[in-house]
């Protein structure tokens, strides 16, 4: 339920304010100044009926002292015709709108409902621009040698408008550069917006790029504005350049050179301001060769290459990634994973990822997901990794997966049982198993 503070010296207007207003708002009135002082020290209003003549005191004054303390909350002047002026000069002073005495219910009412909305309104924008920087905000980490070089150029370009390339293999953090040089560099009050180029089939692009008018095909039955038009002021993100079809090449040229696009079935060029930050994971220099990439427009995006390492050429940054990761999903999944064991980050470290650091993650994922204990161990890790012959693990430790059949863990387990126990009679005791039944497996694995 919202809360109404009714501030007005008279009592007999306040008891009927109260009155109208007690069902569907908790609301209290204050008389005198102590009071407002009061209330607003213990409570939170969501809207305050002021009037300005209020007393010894200026309500000028009473509205500054609100707005302070509560500066969220929306207020509503009472007054009288012949202090219209005092009125105004409390809009200008942040009230949300004033209302004339004698008082009509009815559009007090309605005042009261707008004010509500427009500050709903508002916590619901201060919350998505809360969300939004906490996307902004998805933090790069690194601290490798070829991190720190990528690092390095993200500060020099971000503020000055050059188109920029990024290249490096799938998962390897392309888009994450390209929103950290937009929401870090000037252009982070206009757009980021992204075009998928491999995504979008060839006769869509054209008009997401672009924008089309009204009417100039069948189907456009509104106009609409392209991404371009879009990211005016801003950034336009070209992800999977190379997979873009070699005419649109030639009309993305064209734009980047002139800085106007033409939206298709439009006459009248719309002029835009917008930086390119471009990715791809495949070699352009060769995708020229074969034909299937445009020379020209390669020199355009190409003034500056940021190159994404993978993540074998930064092992050292493993651990600290695995570290991000976690606290990351303990964050969204709700749990509290303190630590992976030794074991298990020897086995992140060896595993050779194709899908980069996407592939680390998704891992990772699985793993707070998966684990019932504080510490992700071997166990909880894709077969995959576990299945990887460069692991070194303390010598009483066996690696099984739920993969495997029975047989097969039976016979690892007595064959390291063996290794390590050496006494046959010994190691049946320790597997609980007899003598015997120990020797029919050991014939039955040939062991
Ligand atoms: N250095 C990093 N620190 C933290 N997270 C990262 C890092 N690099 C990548 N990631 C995360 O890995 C995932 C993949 O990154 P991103 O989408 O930027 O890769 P990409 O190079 O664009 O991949 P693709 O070529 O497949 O589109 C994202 O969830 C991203 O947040
Ligand atoms: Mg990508």
Known sequence: MYRLLIIDDEEAICRSLQFAFEDKYKTLVANNFSTVEKYTSMYYFDVILLDLKFGEINGLEVLKYIKNKIPECQIIIMTAYSSIDSSIKAMKLGAWDYVLKPLSLDNLKIIIDKALEHKDLSCRLQDMQDELSTIKSDKIIGKSKSMKDVFNLINKVKNIDVNVLITGESGTGKELVAREIHYNGKRKKGRFEAVNCGAIPKNLIESEMFGYEKGAFTGAIKTKKGKFVLADGGTLFLDEIGEMDFDIQVKLLRVIQDKIVYPIGSEEGIKVDVRIIAATNKNLLEEIDKGNFREDLYYRLNVINVKMPSLRERIEDIPLLVEHFIKKYNSTLNKNIKAVSPEALQLLKTYNYKGNIRELENILERAVILTENEMIDIYDLPYQIINNDNVKISDDKLIVSVYETFDTIEEKVIRKALE????????????????????????????
Do not use: F, P, Q, V
């Open 420 to 447: 390590k126990i050496g006494n046959k009679r010994k190691t049946a005791k320790i597997l609980g198993i007899s003598e015997r039944t120990l020797w029919n497996k050991i014939k039955k694995y040939g062991i």
